[in-house]
């Protein structure tokens, strides 16, 4: 070998690391980032994982100690009836219940204040771009998510604590069908027919928005008195016959029964 020739080496792509295929699932090391960041995969999703399947257990278990009340079929006829939306839209429903949110003002509770809420989330990621984690370091996202949370609970425990659960418990509460024999042709049945009422007592007396007629535990003179003055929910003097005619009503009434 002449001086000054030296040495040549010669690289081949095609040739790898032995070594390189044991390290292949490894994640990036991040030491030098302590604190900031993590390896998506499996540090970041795993946690992911665990708090998903906490929460869905937790989940699942409060189903299981606390079933769900079913209520009566929809009817629409029943304007008597108290809707309340699911525990999630409480505090919206508590909303519309304020004079500045209800009546002529509905659409701003329904609309206007629910938009600019909304909206607001979605440009917080545009209005602060800091890349702090630190709650205090971000005063404007952490104040804002502060402030909407504080309000969901308010309005969500002042609708629990101010609905009457009782009163919307009898509304919607599943009632067993009661089969009577009618006789159509009874003058009874026809002054029923004639009468108001039919429009809240059913026309085979099931009820409705009043209650059911049928096998009730009252004389005809009570039902004739509760008639002229009302009780509950019904107001006095809805029935426009006579008093002759009233009194024939209320004595066919005590003759229905349930069939058996």
């Known amino acids: 070998m002449h001086r000054g020739k030296g040495m040549k080496f010669v690289g081949d792509s095609r040739i790898t690391d032995p070594s390189s295929r044991t390290k292949k699932n490894i994640p990036k090391d991040y030491s030098e980032y302590p604190g900031k960041t993590e390896a998506f995969w499996p540090d970041f999703l795993l946690k992911e994982w665990l708090v998903g399947a906490v929460f869905l257990v937790g989940y699942l278990v409060l189903t299981v100690a606390h079933p769900s009340p079913l209520e009566r079929p929809a009817d629409p006829s029943d304007t008597g009836y108290i809707p309340v939306p699911d525990w999630y839209f409480l505090f919206l429903y508590q909303l519309l219940k304020y004079e500045f949110a209800s009546g ?37 996202p952490t104040g804002f998510m502060l402030l909407a949370l504080a309000a969901i609970i308010f309005l969500t425990w002042e609708s629990v604590a101010n609905h009457d659960w009782e009163k919307a418990k009898a509304y919607g509460e599943i009632k067993e069908e009661v089969a009577v024999e009618i006789d159509e042709t009874s003058e009874g049945y026809q002054l029923y027919q004639a009468s108001s009422c039919i429009g809240c007592h059913g026309n085979a007396f099931e009820g409705g928005l009043g209650l059911p007629l049928v096998g009730l535990e009252l004389t005809a003179d009570e039902i004739v008195t509760i008639a002229h003055e009302g009780r509950g929910g019904m107001p006095g003097g809805s029935y426009t016959g006579t008093d002759e005619e009233l009194q024939k009503l209320a004595e066919y009434i005590t003759t229905l029964q349930p069939t058996e």
């Open 104 to 140: 002529p003002y509905n659409v701003i509770g329904a609309m206007v204040m629910p938009g600019l809420a909304f909206g607001a989330l979605l440009l917080i990621p545009f209005l602060d771009t800091s890349k702090e984690r630190r709650p205090s370091k971000r005063p404007l």
